[in-house]
């Protein structure tokens, strides 16, 4: 027995003929939207992501975070005073480690030598024999260098 036949055995036992249309959706549900077990939904996700990112974020980056949204007059001098400094270190640690991008382009930049390099060692050793085979034809010798008739 087939998937359909079993969806078309359940449909008759349960009274629903087949041009009728039933739809067994959630009243309510928007659309696109899946409707998840406990733990599982949109809020919890995206809730437990924050909470998982502040466990991880040092105390100072969060004053710093939360100094910055309160706006510079509203700070103290120590509290401008640190969060200047945190800001600071922050720019100097971007700039000393190198960043994927950098990474990625010195890799590519390589790579590209590597065979721009092949391909115009090639192109050489092409126009030189091709060159070298003139030049003996005009001699009167054939490319293995013996003399033609």
Sequence with gaps: MTI???IEAFLRGNGVSDDELVHYGVPGMKWG???GTTGTSLGAIVKRRAEK???SSSEEHLNTRAA???GRHQLTNKELQDTITRLNLEQQYDRLSPSAKAKAAKTTSRILGQVGNTI???AIQT????????????AGFDSKGRKKD
């Design 68 to 70: 910055i949204k309160k």
């Design 33 to 35: 939207v899946r409707r």
């Design 127 to 138: 126009s030189v024999k091709i060159g070298a085979n003139a030049v003996l034809d005009a």
């Design 53 to 55: 990112r502040a466990a």
């Design 120 to 122: 115009l060692s090639t």
């Design 4 to 6: 359909n036949d079993r």
